[in-house]
């Protein structure tokens, strides 16, 4: 079975960093998207980053361009979500997700198959 277990979540100051990782196992596909998805309360969920394992393409949503940034450890088969520069509103529950086998490296939270669960990250003003 594909589980995915999303951790790193925390309480950081406006400006601050957090690393959220997303460690993956029983993968048996050859080529997969792993996103990362926050939600608001009140709001619908968001793609914020994905990166794609044929060719480590990587996409993000316009509002974490250039604060965020996602990689890949193949070997430890995790994911990683480095946030920098954060802002209030990046206030959610994040969670990483897996589209496998992948479809399309997108940022729509419906072609993901596979769910961890959340880690909240609170950035306080």
């Known amino acids: 079975d594909v589980q995915l277990q999303a951790s790193g979540g925390g309480l950081v100051q406006a400006g601050g960093s957090l690393r959220l990782s997303c460690a993956a196992s029983?993968?048996?596909?050859?080529?997969?998207?792993i996103g990362w998805f926050r939600q608001a309360p009140g709001k619908e969920r968001e793609g914020v980053s994905c990166i794609s394992s044929s060719d480590g393409s990587t996409y993000y949503t316009d509002s974490v361009k250039g604060r965020f940034t996602i990689s890949s450890d193949n070997a430890k088969n995790t994911v990683y979500l480095q946030m920098n520069s954060l802002k209030p509103e990046d206030t959610a529950v994040y969670y990483c997700a897996a589209d496998a086998p992948m479809i399309i490296a997108t940022l729509l939270p419906e072609y993901y198959e596979y769910w961890g669960q959340g880690t909240q990250v609170t950035v306080s003003s």
């Open positions: 029983g993968f048996t596909f050859d080529d997969y998207a």
